[in-house]
């Protein structure tokens, strides 16, 4: 397992960068106005602003808040805008005609302009102690409306429980949120066993904040993540889903993975994978596994597509390959070996992470492609090039090789058969070597036993 100066070293750091012309000078001040920090209307989105200003003159308070607040002080593009206001849910869908009432444990309205939807949440309070939490701590109502500040108080970390209000542009912080950005610490509001009891998935979040914003976690705030990790196991595994793919699929999953193993929350959500990654004699599933993760941060940099199939391609495969070979020595058949290595593997995996079946069927279909693409002879190579799966199988098999299996020749093979002529094609698979060229001798048929042989 890496260190954090180790990750730190091989990821780099991001410095954080807050611009402010005189943030220093209102550390202490609990409203920022516009002349003392940077957001401008010009970044924000023009859905969030009509959000905002609709809410303002039907006479409410509307302020944006999370994450799109701290990252306009970051210097990066949110990926989403919410707005959090003293309208009730019931009061902000009356005001916009496209908008849509949601959730039941929590009400939110989402405010629809074109593709962009925005949230619009109304002040929280805490939990009011026994009537709010369950015995392990954990949060089951979160229903009971508040004042902006009760809202402030029940966020998770002091960098999302900024507030840019529309009616003034300033910036309203009551948790020292303005400090911790330029220190570049992510803080936990109020007691962190408290908090993460309350939702241990916070933890991942901490973890995410890390690795997408290279800020470091203050104290209090890391030391309990180790102890209280295994508190994820009662997160309801659809939820798991949903921040694996925010923890791996937001551009910094490399880093976000090494932090993931170094504060034993890896193991919490994908534990197969976990007791095999970190071998000291086998380099293999942890180069292959981190190889992927950069392809997937690469490919997501340059706005290219990107399939959650792949990734849990990746993530599941040393457990399903270690199967596969211990099915392969029970005499099973080398796919039907691995169909059930997927299978086994999948079923464990689903219970704590639940990948739904659209993703698991592509899944299955890259590592089955594996053995399918060692046999080359007759048509089968062209066929398989018509797989629709073929370039994410054929993907994989070069992470495979550059990873450290005895694979390059095989891959070298197909991406030169990709842009081969018919002609070539053809003469490509007559000069396979005799052994894999030659289709297997089928079995004879055993005769049934008759009644007379028993
Ligand atoms: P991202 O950039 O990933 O969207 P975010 O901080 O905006 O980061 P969201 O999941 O969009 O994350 O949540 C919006 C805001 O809601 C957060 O900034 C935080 O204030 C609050 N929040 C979200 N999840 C929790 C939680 N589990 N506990 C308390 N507050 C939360
Ligand atoms: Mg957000």
Request: hydrophobic share 40%; aromatic share 8%.
């Amino acid at each position: 397992m890496l260190s954090l100066n180790k990750i730190f070293d091989r990821f780099g750091k991001k410095k954080p960068r807050i611009r402010g012309r005189g943030l220093s000078d209102a550390l202490e001040a609990t409203v920022i106005p516009r002349s003392e920090h940077t957001i401008s209307r010009k970044q924000i989105s023009s859905a969030a602003l009509k959000t905002l200003y609709g809410l303002k003159e039907a006479g409410y308070d509307a302020y944006l808040v999370g994450g799109c607040v701290r990252d306009l002080l970051l210097g990066h593009e949110p990926k989403d805008f919410d707005v959090a206001t003293n309208a009730s849910p019931e009061e902000v869908h009356k005001v916009f005609r496209r908008s849509q009432l949601i959730g039941r444990r929590f009400k939110l309205v989402h405010v629809r302009f074109g593709r962009e939807i925005i949230e619009v949440a109304t002040f929280r309070a805490p939990p009011q102690t026994e009537q709010h939490v369950d015995d392990a701590g954990r949060i089951m109502r979160d229903n009971v409306y508040g004042t902006l500040e009760q809202d402030a108080w029940r966020r998770d970390f002091t960098i999302n429980a900024l507030y840019y209000n529309i009616n003034d542009f300033s910036i309203v912080d009551f948790t020292g949120g303005i400090a911790d950005l330029k220190a570049g610490k992510i803080k936990l509001i109020g007691d962190v066993e408290t908090r993460y009891r309350e939702d241990p998935v916070r933890m991942l979040r901490a973890i995410r904040f890390v690795g997408k914003l290279g800020l470091l976690l203050d104290d209090d705030t890391e030391r309990l993540i180790p102890t209280l990790a295994h508190l994820l196991a009662d997160i309801p595994a659809a939820r798991l889903f949903d921040e694996s793919l925010k923890l791996y699929l937001s551009g910094n999953a490399a880093v976000t993975h090494e932090l993931l193993c170094h504060y034993h929350l890896f193991e919490q959500l994908f534990p197969q994978t976990d007791k095999v990654l970190h071998s000291e004699v086998d380099n293999y599933p942890r180069t292959l596994l981190i190889k992927a993760l950069e392809n997937t941060d690469k490919r997501i940099d340059e706005g290219k597509p990107i399939t959650p199939a792949f990734l849990f391609a990746a993530i599941l495969w040393e457990p399903v390959r270690q199967r596969w070979q211990e099915h392969i020595a029970r005499n099973i058949p080398v796919i039907p070996a691995l169909q059930r290595a997927a299978t086994d593997v999948i079923m464990e995996q689903v219970t704590r992470v639940a990948v739904p079946k659209r993703f698991t069927i592509m899944t299955r279909d890259i590592w089955t492609l594996q053995p399918r693409l060692e046999q080359r002879f007759g048509k089968r190579a062209p066929r398989l090039l018509t797989h629709p799966k073929f370039r994410a199988g054929y993907d994989f098999l070069l992470l495979r090789a550059e990873s450290g299996e005895p694979l390059t020749e095989l891959a070298d093979w197909w991406t030169q058969f990709q842009i081969a002529t018919e002609d070539e094609q053809n003469t490509m698979v007559k000069n396979l070597a005799p052994v894999s060229n030659k289709r297997k001798p089928r079995r004879r048929k055993r005769k049934k036993p008759t009644a007379k042989s028993e």
